[in-house]
């Protein structure tokens, strides 16, 4: 039995965590969950739950980082060891300084960085538990956490993944959908302007299954948009 | 979409909510960043407030005050920004022959120059009268456009800290702190005897015998505790 062979959506378009098609995760937010931190929030999505702390505009040091101009943008992506059901070896590898750069990269077209220039902020991402989308939960909260310090923002980032699972096109995949799917797009969506900060795709979606997916990210990303703007208003957001 | 209170200009014409958020009988307005406030048009931009494409944008978390044609986001939590003339407790991070570095809380390090030091001393001497990792009492002398920042201790009361403790609260809580005309502080300085200077960027200097300092500390946390419970938002 090959990938494609898995049965991931019954003829009724249940999936198999009982979910619709279009539909996510449930997801709760809390702020201040860090007390030593400028700003801090742990995300749980589905299964997935991040630690994100937020140090800073600090001096930046090493003092060739400096940009005169700007401040630089830190984050660290980082998954803890008992994250997944096989033990990550502690450190930075290929995938976390991927990931880190591509959160740096998104959350760099919100942040009002020239108005402190030659300083540094630092952004924490703690994966504590894994199970499929760690990158989009991991810049979603890393947002959240932004703006609980007091960072001015554009906008916040939201990020979704859709993806395709035995030729239907399908919102926020969960960890066997994201296994035995055949493909995966993430992006990082600003939900009150609804532009696009950061897009990665993985496997092949036609064009048609592209505008699909495209529209349920969209159409997530407003929502879970509003969760994050009623996380920062109330002190925190349970779905 | 869960709805949740918008915070727009447009919304607040003259019959349907008096004159904005800030002179009705409402709850405070919260808004978080990205939120769109209305049409600039008319309005006059202030702090946490930015316009893109001819709509108010809010760029903070915390409430939206409209005084008059100026609309401003007054923000649940911030860094310390420094001002001339701000009293910060700052402490000292490195050194050269003739500048002290001295970390104020803010986004960037403050310098202080030999010649706006405590004492006269030789070229070279500093470390002799201030050594790194030791906490000055000092005031902002000026803030460059590049935002760097000029510390002096030539002033009534500037002066190295040899004794007590230093304690951080967020400087949005000084008002707390402080109250009204100072009343809040000078009770505190008269029920624990203890000398307490609380600085602009956060930073309180606490003086006195063991017992006062620890009762000291414990009201400070007692009332960030009180203000995190009090605080729409949760943060404090």
Request: charged share 25%; glycine share 12%.
């Amino acid at each position: 039995m090959g990938y494609g062979d898995v049965q991931m959506i019954d003829e009724n378009g249940i999936r198999v965590d009982g979910r619709k098609a279009g539909d996510v995760r449930p997801i709760s937010i809390e702020l201040g969950v860090v007390p030593v931190a400028d700003g801090s929030c742990r995300m749980t999505w589905g299964t997935n739950e991040v630690i994100v702390a937020v140090y800073g505009p600090m001096e930046a040091h090493p003092r060739k980082i400096q940009r005169q101009d700007r401040a630089v943008l830190d984050v660290r992506y980082n998954m803890a060891p008992f994250s997944t059901s096989d033990r990550i070896r502690p450190g930075f590898n290929r995938r976390s300084r991927e990931i880190s750069k591509v959160t740096s990269d998104a959350l760099e077209s919100v942040v009002l960085l020239e108005l402190y220039p030659r300083s540094k902020i630092r952004v924490e991402i703690e994966i504590i538990c894994a199970e499929a989308g760690t990158r989009c939960v991991g810049l979603t909260a890393a947002s959240v956490a932004l703006a609980d310090a007091g960072i001015p923002m554009t906008d916040l980032v939201v990020s979704v993944a859709s993806g395709k699972i035995n030729g239907v096109v399908v919102c926020d995949l969960n960890k066997s959908e994201d296994n035995y799917g055949e493909a995966d797009l993430p992006m990082g969506i600003l939900p009150n302007s609804g532009e696009l900060s950061f897009l990665q795709m993985d496997g092949d979606l036609s064009q048609e299954e592209f505008q699909e997916a495209w529209d349920y990210n969209m159409e997530a990303a407003m929502v879970i948009g509003g969760y994050c703007a009623e996380a920062l208003k109330n002190g925190g957001y349970n779905l | 979409m869960k709805g949740w209170s918008v915070a727009r200009l447009d919304n607040m014409s003259e019959k349907g909510n008096a004159a904005g958020p800030h002179d009705s009988q409402q709850a405070p307005l919260l808004v978080a960043p990205g939120e769109d406030l209305g049409d600039s048009e008319g309005y006059e931009v202030g702090h946490g407030v930015i316009v893109m494409d001819g709509r108010l944008r809010a760029t903070k978390q915390g409430q939206m005050k409209k005084d008059g044609k100026s609309v401003s986001i007054l923000p649940s939590r911030t860094k310390y920004f420094p001002r001339p003339g701000d009293l910060v407790i700052g402490l000292v991070e490195g050194c050269t022959n003739n500048i002290w570095f001295v970390d104020i809380g803010a986004p960037f390090n403050a310098i202080l120059p030999m010649s706006l030091g405590p004492a006269k001393m030789e070229f070279g001497g500093t470390r002799s009268v201030i050594d790194i990792g030791e906490a000055i009492l000092c005031r902002v002398q000026e803030v460059e456009e590049t935002h760097s920042s000029v510390v002096t201790m030539k002033g009534m009361g500037l002066r190295k800290i040899r004794s007590g403790t230093v304690e951080d609260i967020d400087p949005h809580l000084l008002g707390r702190l402080i109250g009204r005309q100072g009343k809040a502080l000078r009770q505190l300085k008269e029920d624990t005897e203890c000398r307490v200077v609380a600085a602009e960027n956060g930073r309180i200097w606490i003086d006195g015998d063991f017992e006062g300092m620890l009762e000291v500390r414990t009201r400070l946390r007692k009332m960030t505790a009180e203000a995190k419970a009090a605080t729409p938002g949760g943060v404090a």
